[in-house]
């Protein structure tokens, strides 16, 4: 199940390692997930539910949902999706809610160890790296925290080329912006990047903010500093559906991960729900991996993404059937078939027009939204803006929330598209540096361009959306 | 909401809805050498085809407008269709009574030049057979994606747009 063969991407596998699955022996290698190796061994169900013991397979896999959470070497709750295999590692499937094990040292955490910069990037995707160039070209002394071992966020698996205009990246494709942007940010000394951290809270300590954060689940890190950017990006919606919990059923951007970022073939034939760009983009990745698309289903009457990408996998055979929804999964232990039927002008489904497809995967691409746990922790003002995906932080044309010193950006802010977050990145870097007194007036120019920027790219009918939402997340109080 | 254009329900623009928004190269000019034409009919903010254009053959004045091309201005180079995040540059060159398409191929196998390929209409469906007279591959093209030229019955040349390769 692992690809080795790609039009467009090189799979580059690290040393082979063994680690056992309920005490069997399975072939992985270093750099892989847990949750990928184990796909590539065919394994889907990671988890029971505590109540109805259903199986559970993944849903996100970038580390935002609970749905691959196992055993790892006795240690229960690990998120598969996100920790590494390591030689020898036992793996168990979790049963509901697991113990901790009793004879286990706990980590030690009463000497934290700090770390002390100007201002502390949260999220090493376009935005967050963008936040990090930019914050310390202007003078700043930055770290960036990430919960993944590898920086670019979801631009990892990004095999498209980008959109937009070419300074901007247009025409390059994600992945290899993530190259660009991760070598942009290692060329400087000012900058720190901590991988395999996951911050898990903002305080204010006196005059410092502190990010408070753990490393690989086991070591506790204390990052002091002036200013936050809270880069944190999206999760997949999931929408109703009979059976939307069984192995099978995955977020589009989990196939993504799996099949562009780790080589693994996610099954032999897919259906997809939603015909934004993620699902239309997501059914010419598949194709281009070799996997077979049977169809995407879009409750709207029309394509909602680009025509363009629409175009292109009708052109390779792929039906887009407007007007329907999926009814209902089946299968015993994993998805077998999927069920969808046409909607009447009312969305309600039209009975005796369903059509069942023979599939091992059903991708939903229903829609992100933004992540704002930490904001929402740090006080910052939260207003539900439909427009940008949910709730949103409300902030300032520089990307400053409510709470002073705290900065959002990227679809974490409200859900758009990557290279909006890398425009949005930019401001929220900049402007942290001159609030804080390091970056001199100059760079305010910077931040105007970048404004006029994500002006431009959001003026078309795509983002006058986008826009008017805007507009109201930068609205404080009501 | 009741003006939804028929292409955004379908996935798929046919060529009369394609040139009630952009006009179609003349016969003439289809005889003289290859020219791109955009099968670009939204209004999204992009511009690498204008950016890489050589000849300032593409009118676009904001990133969102529609690439409108100057027929007499294209040289046929090919670079938007190189370049195009969409895969949405085609170019046609009417040769006797075959018409040449050029195209982006970002699947594998990437066809060899002489070879025959299935030829796909704009849904996906087989509609006859052709030979493939270029390859720029992926490595040797100006945007990372392969390009290639397929012959094609002249009759099918508004209809072509993939092809599909079958080796045995």
Partial sequence: MRLNEHPVLRFERGREVTIYFEGKPLKAYEGEMIATALYAAGIRVLNYSPNEKRPR?????????????????????????????????RIERQHGRSRLPTKAKPPEFKDAKVVRVDIIVVGGGPAGL?????????????????????LGGQLVKQTHKFFGKREQFAGVRGVEIARILEEEL???????????????????????????????????????????????????????????????????????????????????RVLIVGAGNVGLILAYQLIQAGVEVKAIVEAMPKVGGYFVHAAKVRRLGVPILTRHTILRAEGKEK????????????????????????????????????????????????????????????????METTVRGIFVAGDSAGIEEATTA??????????????????????????????????????????RHVAEGIKKALVVGE | MNEIPAYLQRGYITPEELFSIIPKPSEERLRKRPVAVPECPQEIPCAPCREICP???????????????????????SLCVQICPGLAFFMVHYVGDKARITMPHELLPVPEKGEEVVLLNRVGEPVGKGKVITVVPREKSKGDTPIIVVEVPIELAWDVRAVKVVRE
Avoid at chain 1, 134 to 149: C, P, Q, T, W, Y
Avoid at chain 1, 198 to 213: D, T, W
Avoid at chain 1, 373 to 398: N, P
């Fill in chain 1, 57 to 89: 397979g993944l849903f996100c896999a970038i580390g935002k949902c609970s749905s691959c959470l196992m055993v790892v070497n006795g240690i229960p709750n690990v998120r598969t999706c996100i920790t590494l295999v390591e030689d020898g590692m």
């Fill in chain 1, 130 to 150: 963008m936040a990090a160039i930019h914050a310390s070209r202007a003078g700043a002394k930055v770290v960036l925290i990430d919960e993944n071992h590898m």
């Fill in chain 1, 186 to 268: 290692r060329k400087s000394e000012n900058v720190k990047a901590f991988l395999e951290t996951s911050a898990v809270g903002i305080f204010q300590e006196g005059e410092e903010k502190l990010v408070l954060a753990v490393r690989k689940e086991r070591e506790l890190i204390e990052f002091r500093g002036r200013a936050v950017i809270v880069a944190t990006g999206a999760m997949e919606r999931m929408i109703p559906f009979e059976n939307n919990d069984l192995p099978g059923v995955y977020g589009a951007g989990a196939i993504q991960t799996l099949m562009n970022t780790y080589g693994v073939k996610p099954g032999d």
């Fill in chain 1, 335 to 398: 998805v077998e078939r999927a069920v969808v039927a046409q909607l009447d002008e009312n969305w309600r489904p039209i009975p005796g027009t369903e059509k069942t497809f023979e599939v091992d995967v059903i991708a939903l691409a229903v829609g992100l939204r933004p992540s704002i746990e930490l904001l929402h922790q740090a006080g910052c003002q939260i207003k539900y803006v439909r427009e940008l995906g949910g709730h949103v932080a409300v902030r300032d044309e520089w």
């Fill in chain 1, 422 to 463: 890398m425009l949005e990145g930019k401001i929220a870097g900049i402007a942290a540096a001159l609030r804080l007194g390091i970056a001199d007036e100059s760079w305010v120019d910077e931040i105007e361009k970048a404004q006029r920027d994500l002006d431009e790219f959001r003026s078309g009918p795509f983002g």
């Fill in chain 2, 55 to 77: 000849t300032g053959a593409i009118n676009m004045p904001t990133p969102n407008d529609l690439p409108i091309v100057d027929y007499d201005k294209c040289i046929g180079c």
